[in-house]
């Protein structure tokens, strides 16, 4: 409950940055200390699907808790001139509503008084809130690739005593592209859960 709580306090934070600026620039330079400590964070919860903590798919956690630990460090963070991208505010938008949603549902579920909206909203919100924070996260990579050409960041070059070479640029290009088959694994099994949670359906997931 204490995560839905921060969460909160995240989304707080952003309204009244907006209201009070009236422009999402500088946005992210206020609330980045927050949102990389809960994101880092969220390593937890593969740590609890790894020791059995809770029953949610190794995989689909691995690939969630990744994808945006890799936004948070290795793009937003590293990359300063694309901070004020509006592309950063969809999935900084769609991450929060999602994990005050998400939280909420834990918490009312384990107090055995989960409202119906909260479900609803669980098992509802995704549809939208995964395409639009999948376009906010990969329109925000795009922006950097001009930026990680030109500076060669991250990248090693031949020749080296090591004989070894990697370009952060191409590795940007097979990180987009990996969306292409990844996204659905996570999209599909989030519309699984919701035919289990909201329509009582029994789905065998064969994923781990
Ligand atoms: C280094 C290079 C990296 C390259 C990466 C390439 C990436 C490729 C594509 C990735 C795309 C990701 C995009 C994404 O970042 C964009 C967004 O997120 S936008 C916003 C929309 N997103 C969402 O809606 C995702 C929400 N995510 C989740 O719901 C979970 O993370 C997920 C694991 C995906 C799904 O969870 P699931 O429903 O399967 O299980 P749960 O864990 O919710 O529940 C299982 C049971 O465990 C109980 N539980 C779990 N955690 C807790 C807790 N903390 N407290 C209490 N109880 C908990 C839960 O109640 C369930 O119990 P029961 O079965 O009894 O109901």
Redesign the pocket.
């Known amino acids: 409950s204490s995560?839905n709580y921060r969460w909160l306090v995240l989304a707080i934070a952003m309204v009244r940055f907006y209201m009070e600026k009236g422009t999402h620039r500088g946005l992210y330079k206020s609330i980045q200390k927050t949102l990389k400590f809960f994101q880092t964070f969220a390593l937890l919860?593969l740590v609890?699907?790894l020791i059995g903590i809770?029953?949610?798919?190794v995989i689909?956690?691995g690939?969630?808790?990744?994808?945006?630990?890799?936004?948070v460090w290795?793009i937003t963070h590293s990359i300063k001139p694309i901070q004020n991208e509006e592309s950063v505010v969809l999935?900084l938008v769609?991450?929060t509503?999602?994990e005050i949603t998400?939280?909420s549902?834990?918490?009312f579920?384990?107090l055995n008084h989960l409202p119906y909206f909260i479900k609803w909203a669980?098992y509802n919100?995704?549809i939208i809130?995964?395409p639009?924070?999948?376009a906010g996260?990969l329109l925000t990579i795009h922006a950097a690739l001009p930026y990680v050409k030109k500076s060669g960041m991250f990248s090693i070059r031949l020749p080296n005593k090591y004989n070894v070479s990697f370009d952060y640029y191409y590795f940007l290009l097979i990180?987009m592209a990996?969306?292409i088959p990844?996204?659905p694994q996570?999209y599909f099994?989030?519309l699984r859960?919701r035919r289990k949670?909201l329509h009582g359906e029994v789905i065998v997931e064969k994923d781990d």
């Open positions: 995560w919860e609890h699907c809770v029953p949610t798919s689909v956690t690939v969630q808790v990744s994808s945006r630990i890799f936004m290795l999935f769609a991450w509503v999602t998400r939280y549902f834990y918490t579920s384990l669980r919100f995704f809130l995964y639009v924070g999948v996260e990180t990996s969306y990844l996204f996570l099994h989030m859960q949670v």
